[in-house]
């Protein structure tokens, strides 16, 4: 179970950080999992923001790099999205994935909204 936390409403320019726990989760299965946050706004795609992948490496969506950081604490099996100069098309709900050798794992979502 991965259970989202740390949404919420901001203004622009503001910072906040994601955090996802992965419940009933062995160290062996999150470490060697794709972890990561993607996003969703009505009518549109879910699309990727950050991800690091078991081997350490970390994917950014292109309107994110520089503002967005991912991270993780495999001994507290959480994955952390720090957001940093927030803007209003940053507003949408936020969902933390994680993928093991094919089985993906979604959390519940938690909303993140930016006013101007």
């Known amino acids: 179970q991965l259970v989202e936390s740390g949404g919420g409403l901001v203004q622009a320019g503001a910072s906040l950080r994601l955090s996802c726990k992965a419940s009933?989760?062995?160290?062996?299965?999150?470490?060697?999992?794709?972890r990561g946050w993607y996003r969703q706004v009505p009518g549109e795609q879910r699309e990727l923001v950050a991800d690091?992948?078991?081997?350490?490496?970390?994917r950014y969506a292109d309107d994110v790099k520089g503002r967005f950081t991912i991270s993780r604490d495999n001994t507290k099996r959480t994955i952390y999205l720090q957001m940093t100069d927030l803007k209003p098309d940053d507003t949408a709900v936020y969902y933390c994935?994680?993928?093991?050798?094919?089985?993906?794992?979604w959390g519940q979502g938690t909303q993140i909204t930016v006013s101007s």
């Open positions: 994935h994680l993928n093991y050798f094919g089985t993906e794992y």
């Open positions: 690091i992948s078991s081997g350490l490496s970390e």
């Open positions: 009933g989760v062995i160290m062996s299965m999150f470490t060697g999992s794709s």
